[in-house]
């Protein structure tokens, strides 16, 4: 069972995530940051990974750490939940449009944390959320998931269209990469033996 629980605490947050690779989609989401859930219902959905996440942050000061250490907490479920690769297809990509935005995410489960992030949203501000975070989200979740993962927003003139297309595609592109490969009889997709 590709499954995994992780809880992590600090003086500024206390989160815990739950997370089955080879689940239905479903999602069971209480941060304190709406649009971070509406975000990571994104993920389990396309990603056909069922997601609970708990968080409690100092939302008082700003949504900074919480969505930072989400994905920290989610970045160490991921690389627990996949353990040692063998079997597992390494790469995955995605593009996901959204009206006028499209979005293209790629990831290799490659052993080594590596975040290139090229979104230039139309605006500071999601409603309450500000958009920065989105980077500080994927650069938690890198480096603790190991992980390599390109997000290039290609187009968009919404920003809520244009973070919409990332967690989307990125949802895909973690399914493509994590599901078993048929043909690799249990190997791990390296040559060098270990990812």
């Keep these: 069972m590709r499954q995994a629980e992780i ?3 600090t003086l ?20 304190g940051v709406p649009f971070l859930e509406h975000m990571l219902d994104q993920v389990a959905r396309h990603g056909m990974i069922d997601l609970e996440v708990s968080a409690k942050g ?16 989610l ?5 627990k939940a996949v353990g040692d690769k063998k079997g597992i297809r390494r790469y995955g990509h995605a593009y996901v ?11 290799d489960f490659s052993g080594r944390p590596g975040l290139f992030f090229n979104v230039e949203f139309s605006r500071a501000m999601i409603g309450a959320f500000d958009v920065d975070l989105t980077q500080e989200f994927f650069q938690g979740l890198v480096n603790h998931a190991q992980v390599t993962l390109h997000i290039d927003n290609i187009r968009g003139e919404n920003a809520h ?4 297309t990332v967690f989307k595609a990125f949802g895909r592109a973690l399914r493509m990469a994590a599901e078993a490969d048929p043909r690799a009889s249990g190997t791990v997709p390296s040559t060098k033996g270990a990812l």
Aim: aromatic share 0%; net charge negative; glycine share 6%.
């Design 161 to 164: 269209h244009q973070c919409e």
């Design 58 to 73: 100092d939302l008082h000061i700003d949504a900074h750490h919480t969505v930072e250490d989400v994905g920290i907490t």
């Design 7 to 9: 809880s992590r605490k």
């Design 97 to 107: 449009p959204l009206d006028e935005a499209l979005s293209r995410v790629v990831v």
């Design 12 to 31: 500024e947050t206390e989160i815990t995530v739950r997370l089955n690779l080879d689940g239905s989609g479903q999602a069971k989401l209480a941060t």
């Design 75 to 79: 970045g160490q479920a991921l690389a």
